[in-house]
């Protein structure tokens, strides 16, 4: 409804405004009558009417007077003036102040009725030209900070330079793993009225730019924005530029807030994730961290509790060391062939797992917990199909000597034994020194190795250092010592040797 409102120094004047017509039939509300100018400025300033019927002539301030001030500090009113004076020289000064019209006392029903349906009219299509325009300046201006944020400051409006100039910003944004609702997040972000935010749906997420607020309120903000937004879109990732920004440097802001993107993977949805906690990690280092070989040894005893262990291990590992999302996919998937390679070899049942359903699986996952917990459940398929090492022999050291027989090559240790099949290192030390006659667990190890390095270097014509590290040992040196050591030459001069010989018989 518009608001009405009658300033008129004669009481009946004004009881017979508000009474000569059901002004609530016509889309009117009367907000207020007032017996002079100076009251009716005042109820103009706390009402702000759509329309006033003001009297010309009043003591102190007159009608005229009182509609210039009005106009002066800025009322969108329309004005109706009322004089029993039909004199002209006040029409014309009316009509200079743009009043919608001029109507002489006592005012006639019939005429006033189709000026209200009129000024309705008027204010309404006003109404809806001022609403497109404020639509229309609000498009402008999100624009205008969306081409900041890209770094285009040639867009850039002398109005925005003016009013933020000296501000200091910090940016946040949400991401998702999956198409969602951005304009349901953008309106429940809205409703938080609270807070002075410029909200900016970007591609495929929206930017929060905080303006002078300190970090303590930001994180509050994005806790709320969080459960906020849970309800209706799961999937969605919160992130936070820890560092102010000026207003020309927004796209360097916005450019640290997507580079973020590259390393959130690595940790739970549920967190906010900053710019700090990236620099606060530790430098990658270089040496492989073998989790093929552990987690295929764990498979095979079925030491599910340590599963979990290590692959708790992989996800502190990537979270310790911030690696890109790209990284950490090609390397579980590495980890993966590199597992089920291992134990394809003697268990011929895991040739039929279907990898191309692990590699779905790994690439859909929206973040490191869930891939991880992906592979748990697919490792413990696994292990199913796997004739490991639990029940199938009772005496321990045959256990041990068969599992060295199939997996010398890799490193291997009396204690890491004694943690796999459950034993005592000490009493299981002593249980296979007496089995082998006298053979501490390293020597037959060693000796194994040996045979095996011996059949390598006869049957295939591979370099010597391709041997040692097939055979199990990653220092040349010391492979030629330990060959020296047990065969008496050298593995280059036993391969010598060898191709002569068959060379012979050839």
């Known amino acids: 409804m518009l608001k009405v409102l009658f300033v008129d120094d004669e009481p009946l004047i004004r009881e017979g405004l508000c009474s000569i017509i059901d002004w609530k039939s016509y889309g009117y509300r009367i907000v207020g009558t007032a017996k002079n100018g100076r009251e009716g400025l005042e109820l103009i300033r706390q009402q702000n009417p759509d329309l006033v019927f003001v009297d010309i002539k009043m003591p102190g301030i007159s009608g005229i007077n009182m509609v210039a001030r009005a106009k002066a500090f800025g009322n969108t009113a329309k004005y109706v003036v009322l004089s029993g004076y039909s004199d002209f020289t006040f029409a014309q000064e009316s009509i200079r102040l743009g009043v919608e019209s001029y109507l002489l006392k006592p005012v006639d029903e019939n ?13 309404i299509e006003e109404r809806k030209l001022d609403s497109q325009l404020l639509h229309y300046e609000k498009m402008v201006e999100k624009q205008e900070w969306k081409d900041l944020l890209v770094g285009k400051l040639d867009t850039l409006s002398q109005r925005l330079l003016f009013t933020y100039e000296n501000d200091t910003f910090h940016l946040a944004n949400i991401i998702a793993s999956k198409p969602i609702d951005w304009e349901n997040i953008q309106n429940k972000l809205l409703s938080m009225e609270d807070y002075q935010t410029k909200i900016l749906q970007m591609e495929q997420s929206i930017c929060i730019l905080f303006i002078n607020y300190d970090r303590s309120t930001i994180k509050s903000y994005l806790e709320k924005a969080r459960m906020k937004i849970k309800s209706i879109a799961r999937d969605t990732k919160i992130q936070l530029v820890e560092k102010t920004f000026s207003l020309l440097d927004l796209s360097t802001g916005y450019q640290s807030l997507r580079h973020l993107e590259d ?3 690595s940790y739970d949805d549920t967190i906010i994730f900053t710019d700090r906690i990236i620099h606060s990690r530790e430098n990658r280092p270089k040496a492989a961290q073998n989790w093929d070989d552990k987690i295929s040894q764990v498979l095979e005893f079925e030491n599910f509790l340590k599963l979990d262990h290590l692959l708790d291990e992989i996800k502190e590992y990537y979270q310790q060391h911030v690696v890109k999302k790209e990284n950490i996919l090609v390397e579980l998937i590495e980890l993966v062939k ?16 279907k990898l191309d359903e692990w590699m779905e699986q790994i690439y859909q996952s929206p973040n490191l917990i869930m891939l991880l917990d992906c592979l748990k459940q697919r490792f413990i398929q696994l292990s199913t199909k796997v004739n490991g090492f639990v029940g199938n022999i009772d005496d321990p050291v045959k256990k041990i000597i068969q599992y060295i027989e199939q997996y010398y090559d890799k490193e291997l240790n009396l204690k890491l034994m004694a943690e796999l099949f459950k034993y005592n290192p000490s009493y299981l030390g002593k249980k296979f020194k007496n089995y082998t006659g006298g053979d501490y667990f390293h020597i037959y190890l060693d000796k194994v190795r ?48 060898a191709i002569e010989l068959q060379e012979r018989h050839e």
Not at 117 to 123: P, T
Not at 463 to 492: A, W
């Open 338 to 353: 590199n597992v089920y390679n291992r134990l394809s070899k003697t268990n011929p049942d895991v040739k039929e797992i």
């Open 450 to 497: 040996m045979q095996k390095a011996q059949q390598l270097l006869e049957e295939r014509k591979l370099k010597v250092y391709e041997v040692s590290e097939m055979v199990g040992y990653h220092n040349i040196d010391y492979f030629y010592k330990k060959f020296k050591k047990y065969i008496g030459i050298s593995p280059k001069e036993f391969q010598k040797r």
């Open 263 to 265: 390393f959130r993977f």
């Open 111 to 123: 005429e006033l009725i189709p000026l209200i349906q009129k000024i309705k009219e008027k204010c």
